[in-house]
C-alpha cells in the first residue's frame, strides 16, 4: 500500500511542477519514475484531470521514454494521443516502440492514417510492421515481437558474440538465441549464458539444442502463456506455416496472458463476458451488456424452477411450512454445484485437469459430495425441528442430502459435457449451475414432501 | 492436446523398456524427454501403477536429470521418494538441487531425519539451507533461491565479467546481476546486456542502477509476483531487515505464484479453502473439509431467508402464484451481486481496482444495475403475465427491479467493507453474496407483494 501512497505524492508533485511549469523539478522527478509508474500516474491524471495535461506531461520527456511509457498506457489514451499527435511525432515514436507495442499502436489507428503513416516508412520497416499489425488478436502471433536475436547456422561462438553484442540495443532479450538456417527455418536455440562458457571457436550449431519448443503463429496465447510456465522458458520462438522463424513472445508479456486469462476465467465463472481494458475505464454500456446476456437467460432457465412448483402447488398449500426452507436447499445445491464446477474448470484451464480425468473424478465427487450432504442435512435439521417439526424437519433433511449430491454432480459433469461437445468448459458458471441445480432442487423437494407428508386428504 | 497426447505415447513407451529392462532403449527415450514431462509422467505412473514403478524409472537417470526431476514432483511423491532414499543418495541429490527446490524437500522431512542430514553437511551448505528452509510458506523467503550472481561494489566491468563466467554454472540466473556492498547491502543492479556492451574498464558502480525494487524477506509472495509482472522483471532481489541482499526470485517462480493465487481465488470466490496439491492428489477429505465450511455456515445464514418467508405466510398463503417466481427472483438477485463482487475482488487482486475508488465505482454500479434490473423486468414479465396475470407480473416485475439493484450494491459493496476491518476482499464470494442477497430479495418480494395485493381480507 505504501506504493499507492508514493505514487500518489508523486502524482501531485508531478502536476504542481508542471502546472507551474517548473522545469529544473520536473527535470528531477521525471527521470526518478520508473514507465508503469509514469503510465499509472498519467491514467489517474486523465481520469481527474483532462488529457491535455498528460500529452503535456508526455511531451516533457525524451522520446526514448516517451516512446516506451505510450505502450504502458491504456488503449483509449493512447489512440486519442495518437489523434493529437502529428505524422511525423508518430513516426518518431514509432521509432521507438518495441515492434509489438508499435503494432499494438498502430492497430488503433483508422485506415486513412495507418495507410498514410506506411507510405513514409522505409520498406522493410513497412512490411515488418503491416505483418505484426495483421495477426489475428489472441493468437501468438498478436503479442510476439520481431526485435529478437537470430544466429545464422554456421557461425563460431566469437561470431555469435559479435551478433549478439550488435543486436544488443533493440533486441527485446539478449539472453536466449536462435539458430536459423539459410532458408530462415529455426534450427535451434541456445542461451547466451551457454555461449559465454563455450570455447570462442566452438560451432554454435554444435552447442545449439536441436529440439526447440515453439509455437506456431495462429496459437492461442493462453496455450503459449501455460508452455512458458511448464518448461520455465524466458521466450517461446514463433515460427509461421513453413516453420520459418518469425518472432519471438517475452516470458513478461506471457505473464500478462496468463493474468488476463485468468481474469477472463473468473469472470466467465460468473457469467460476465470479456471485458475490453480495465474495469474504471470500461464504459457502463460495456459493462452492462457484458453481464446482461446470461442474466436474462437464466431469467428464462429459472421457468423450469417455477413449473415444478406449479406442478407441486397441492403439497405447498397443504404444508406452508415447505416454503421456509425452499431458499435454503435450492441455494445448497447451486452452492455445492458451483464449488465442484469452479474446481473442474479451474482444474481443465491449469492443466491439472483432463477430459479423460473425468470418470475418476466423478467418483471421488461423489464420495465428497455424500459426505458434504450428511453434514449439510445435520444442519439443517437442528434448524428445521425448531421452526418446523420433527416431520418437516425430516423431509428437509433428506431433501436436502440429494440436492446436495445432485448439485455437485451436475457441477462436476457440466464441465466436462461443454468441453466434450466443443464449448470452453467455463460456460459452466455459478450462476449456469445454480439454475439447473435449482430446478432439480424444486421437483426433489417437494417429490420427497410429496410422498413422505401424503398430499392433502390423500 | 497432442502434447497430450505424446506424453501418453512416451509414457507407454518408457513403462515398456522399463519393465522389459530395455537399457538401449531407455537411452534412447530418456535424454528426449524434458523435466516437466518426465516429472508429469511420473505422476501419472504413480496413480496408475505404483511408486516403486516411479522410483525405478528415476534411478535409471543420471544424478544431476534426477535431482533436476524431482523438484517438478508433486509433494506426496517427493516425501515418500525421500523416506525411500538413504541419506547418502539423498544428500547427493541435494547437491544438484537448485537452493530454493532442496529447501522445499528439505521441509518435506520429519525432523530427526532433518537434523541427521545437517550434521553430514558443511558449514556453509548447512547454514544456507537452514535459513531458506526456515522462511513461513507464503512469505518471499519461501521461494527465494540463493543462486544469484552478486558483484562486490568497486569491480570493474572486466572483474564482474569473470565473476559471471565463475558463477554461471550454479546460479538460476546469470542475466541480472546484483552489487553488493561490504556489509552486504544491496547497492546496485545491473543487466549482463549492460555489462556486455561497457567498456571493459569502466566501473560496476558507474553503471548500476542505483533505485532497485527488493522486497523485504517477509513480504507477501502475491505481492512479489504483482511486482515481477508490473515492472516486468527477469528476477526480484529480496533483502533481510539490515537491508541485506539474501536471495532473488526469478520470473519463473513468480509466473507459478501468480497461477497459484488466481487459483487460489477462484476457489475462494466460491467459499473453497486452499487445497494443498492439484486436484487430483488431494485427499477426500481435504476436498471434503475446505468445502464444507462456508457450505454450513451459509445453511444457517440462510434462516434469515426462512425467517422473511415465514413473517410474510399470510401472503404466501392468500396468493400461493407468488412461490412460482421466488427461485427465480432471489436467483437474480443473488447472480447480478455474484457478478458485481467477483469484478471488484478480482480488480482489487490485479490492482486495477483500489479500496479509495470504491465511492466511484458505486455510482457506476448503480448505473449499470438499473440498467440490469430493467431489462431482467421486461424478461420476467413476459414470463409473468403469461402464467400468473398482470396483478403478479408487475408485483414481480417491480421486485426484479428492485432485488437486482440492491443484490448488485451488495455485492460490490461486501469486498471493500471487509477490506475496510481488515479482511481479505476474496471472501465475498458468491455462495456468501447470494445468501445476504437471498434473504433481502425475499423481504423486497413479499413486501411489495404484500402492499399491491392487500393481505387477504384486508
Known amino acids: ?152 547456422s554456421g557461425m563460431t561462438v566469437s561470431q555469435a558474440m559479435m551478433r549478439v553484442r550488435q543486436t544488443a540495443p533493440d533486441a527485446e532479450t539478449v539472453y536466449q538465441l536462435y539458430v536459423v538456417d539459410p532458408e530462415g527455418k529455426l534450427a535451434g536455440t541456445l542461451s547466451l549464458r551457454q555461449l559465454m562458457v563455450a570455447r570462442p571457436g566452438a560451432q554454435v550449431d554444435d552447442l545449439m539444442i536441436k529440439d526447440v519448443i515453439s509455437v506456431p503463429v495462429d496459437e492461442e496465447q493462453e496455450e503459449v502463456a501455460r508452455l512458458v510456465a511448464r518448461y520455465d522458458m524466458l521466450a517461446v520462438p514463433v515460427t509461421d506455416h513453413e516453420e520459418r522463424l518469425i518472432g519471438i513472445i517475452t516470458h513478461d508479456d506471457a505473464m500478462d496472458v496468463a493474468e488476463e486469462e485468468a481474469t477472463e476465467d473468473m469472470h466467465k465463472g460468473m457469467s460476465i463476458g470479456k471485458i475490453e481494458g480495465g474495469l474504471r475505464s470500461a464504459s457502463l454500456f460495456d459493462l452492462y451488456r457484458k453481464r446482461v446476456v446470461w442474466l436474462v437467460l437464466l431469467v428464462f432457465a429459472n421457468i423450469f424452477s417455477g413449473a415444478g412448483i406449479a406442478y407441486f402447488e ?63 442435512a445435520l444442519a439443517v435439521s437442528v434448524v428445521g425441528i425448531f421452526r418446523a417439526g420433527t416431520e418437516i424437519a425430516m423431509v428437509v433433511a433428506m431433501s436436502m442430502v440429494l440436492i446436495v449430491i445432485v448439485g455437485s454432480l451436475i457441477g462436476m459433469l457440466l464441465p466436462f459435457i461443454l468441453n466434450r461437445i466443443g464449448w470452453d468448459p467455463a460456460t459452466a458458471s455459478a450462476p449456469l449451475v445454480t439454475s439447473i441445480a435449482d430446478a432439480s432442487g424444486v421437483l426433489i423437494y417437494f417429490a420427497i414432501a410429496t410422498a413422505v407428508l401424503g398430499l392433502p386428504g390423500g
Open 1 to 152: 500500500m505504501s506504493l499507492n501512497e508514493t505514487l500518489i505524492e508523486q502524482k501531485d508533485a508531478l502536476l504542481a511542477a508542471h502546472q507551474a511549469d517548473d522545469r529544473e523539478r520536473l527535470e528531477l522527478l521525471l527521470p526518478e519514475l520508473r514507465a508503469a509508474d509514469i503510465a499509472e500516474i498519467l491514467e489517474q491524471i486523465a481520469e481527474e484531470q483532462d488529457h491535455q495535461t498528460v500529452f503535456g506531461l508526455l511531451d516533457r520527456l525524451p522520446l526514448d521514454r516517451r516512446a516506451h511509457i505510450i505502450g504502458y498506457l491504456p488503449e483509449d489514451l493512447q489512440e486519442e494521443l495518437a489523434r493529437e499527435m502529428s505524422d511525423e511525432s508518430l513516426l518518431s515514436v514509432f521509432e521507438e516502440m518495441s515492434a509489438d507495442e508499435r503494432a499494438d499502436l498502430f492497430n488503433l489507428l483508422d485506415e486513412d492514417r495507418r495507410e498514410g503513416l506506411l507510405r513514409r516508412m522505409a520498406r522493410q520497416e513497412r512490411e515488418d510492421l503491416k505483418r505484426l499489425a495483421s495477426y489475428e488478436e489472441g493468437t501468438a502471433g498478436s503479442i510476439m515481437t520481431s526485435d529478437y536475436v537470430a544466429i545464422p
Open 314 to 376: 397441492e403439497t405447498i398449500e397443504a404444508y406452508i411450512a415447505l416454503v421456509f426452507f425452499l431458499p435454503l436447499l435450492v441455494d445448497s445445491g447451486g452452492n455445492a454445484g458451483s464449488q465442484a464446477a469452479t474446481l473442474m474448470v479451474r482444474g481443465m484451464a491449469t492443466g491439472d485437469v483432463r477430459s479423460r480425468d473425468w470418470a475418476k473424478l466423478l467418483g471421488r465427487e461423489v464420495a465428497v459430495a455424500i459426505g458434504l450432504g450428511l453434514t449439510m
